[in-house]
Every structure is written in C-alpha cells, then in structure tokens.
C-alpha cells in the first residue's frame, strides 16, 4: 500500500485524533506543526503494530459486536466539549461516521487481542507479593489520618432559619451541647445536619490532609482527639466538626496493600506480555 492510500485510511486518521488528545490534550486540528509531526509518527507506528498483530493467527476468532462499537463512539464523542466540535474535527480529517465506526471497530478487536495475550502471563505469587512489599517499604507508609464527623447547616438569606446570623445562632447553641457531652455528637448531627452524612451520624470518614475544604482540613489537623470545633465557615455553610481518633502516621502492613500490590505485579507482567507478544511478530 502506497503512503497516500495509507494516510487516507479512516484507522490511521483516527489513531491521529487520539494521539493528539492523549499526548497534547487538543484536537489534532489545534497542534502546531511539530506536534502534528509527532503525532502523526506515532500514529504510524500504531497503526504497522496493529495491523501486524491483527493479521496473526490469535486474531482470527477475535471479533466484536456492533453495540461495543457504538459505545466507544459515545465514550469519544464524549471528550469533545460539544458535539459540533467533535463533527468538525472529523469532516476536517474527511473522516464520516462510518469510517470511524470502522477504525474504531479494529482498535476494540486489538484491545481484546491483547487482552487475550496478556492473560497468558504467569499468576502472581503470595511469596512474590510478600517480597515486593519487604523491598519497597518506602513506598507503604500511610500519612496521619482522622476519623471525623460533622454538622453542617447552610446558609441561605431566603430561609429565615438559614440566614447567617440564625445559622450560627444554632450551631452555637449545638456546640454548647456537645462541649458537655462530645458523645451527642453522632445523634445530633442526624437530627441537624443538612449534609447527606447526617444519616451515619455526620460520619465523614478516616480522611488524610487535603480530602476536605480547606477551611476544615485547617482546623481538623490542629484538634485533639474527641474535641469539637468551633463554627467553620466554607462556601457551602458553617461546620461543626468532631475529631472522633487521630491515626498515626505509619507503614501499611502486607495485609492493607497485598491487593494492591498484586494488582500492580499483574499489570507489569501482562505487559510484558503483549510487549514480549508483539514483538516476537517481527
């Protein structure tokens, strides 16, 4: 096949749209020329990996339906901000909807080719994902977390008990309860709260620095455990929140990241895999 026929193939031009997006964020119409030019490199190495994987012997009873296919135009159409653009982009490529329902086609049947060779690869062993977390420990420590719930009342100026003045009024007057008793907590905030964690007793969670507003994550990380503090103000109303256990910084044991870390040994083996795979095709 000549190089004119082959940049005209509906496959290539649409592995030239997702490299753009992937690699640079923008449509391919939007890359300079240095970008289009890596781009379209890469594409082509893309689609000659394919196209050799695709004609193997694994690949013959590879087949996918017509509903796989119109999902994966959805999800594409998808990473436009408007269909329009998305439209444009296309007839500005002389790619129609069923070129691309074509080129999309052979990138799902590549998918689950490679699926299907990844799966060869030998299993994970318990001793190899013991080993891995005794070598990386670095990589296992957990930072301090704080178990914490709250109470939240909004504000809105059009409801009179909401208005910033009554909200803080009763908030107040909620924490003046709990200063006696931090216990109430839990029962208070499902009788008060106007967050949708009022219906676990304003739990929140065992959350690192950085999870809540910032406003919270100031003054939670400074309290004490089994304290309340006083109103906090964000965007979305004034809090109350109760330091329910501080958990100490620490290394994450064999038994919290196993999952994880055979998961990750997985990935990295199945991708060997299909590199080893797709290599041995010349």
Not at 15 to 27: N, S
Not at 58 to 68: L, P
Not at 111 to 127: F, G, N, Q, S
Not at 191 to 203: D, I, K, N, T, V
């Amino acid at each position: 096949m000549n190089t004119l026929a082959l940049e005209q193939r509906p496959e290539l031009i649409y592995i030239e749209l997702r490299a753009a997006l992937d690699y640079f964020g923008k449509p391919l119409s939007n890359l300079s020329e240095a970008e289009r030019s890596t781009v379209r490199q890469r594409a082509l190495k893309a689609y000659d990996i394919g196209a050799r994987a695709l004609a193997s012997s694994e690949a013959r009873d590879v087949h996918i339906s017509g509903e796989q296919v119109i999902q994966a135009l959805r999800e594409i159409e998808a990473r436009y901000p408007e269909s329009e653009q998305f439209q444009e982009e296309l007839r500005c490529h002389h790619l129609n909807q069923a070129g691309l329902l074509q080129a999309l086609s052979r990138e799902l049947r590549l998918e689950a080719l490679l699926e299907r060779v990844a799966a060869r690869a030998e299993p994970v062993t318990d001793e190899e994902v013991a080993r891995y977390h005794a070598c990386h420990q670095d990589r296992w420590q957990r930072p301090e977390t704080r178990t914490v719930r709250q109470i939240l009342i909004t504000l809105n100026p059009d409801f009179p008990e909401n208005t910033p003045e009554a909200a803080r009024a009763r908030l107040e007057a909620i924490r003046e309860t709990l200063l006696a008793d931090p216990g109430m907590f839990a029962d208070l905030a499902m009788g008060h709260s106007e967050c949708p964690s009022a219906f676990q007793g304003g739990l929140l969670g065992r959350v690192p620095k950085g999870h809540l507003y910032p406003e919270l994550d100031a003054v939670l990380f400074q309290m004490g455990a089994g304290t309340v503090s006083e109103a906090v103000q964000t965007e979305v109303g004034l809090h109350l929140l109760y330091c329910e256990i501080i958990h100490p910084p620490g290394p994450v044991t064999l038994d919290e990241a196993g999952g994880r870390i055979r998961q990750l040994l997985e990935q990295r083996r199945q991708a060997h895999c299909r590199r080893a795979w797709l290599e041995s095709l010349g």
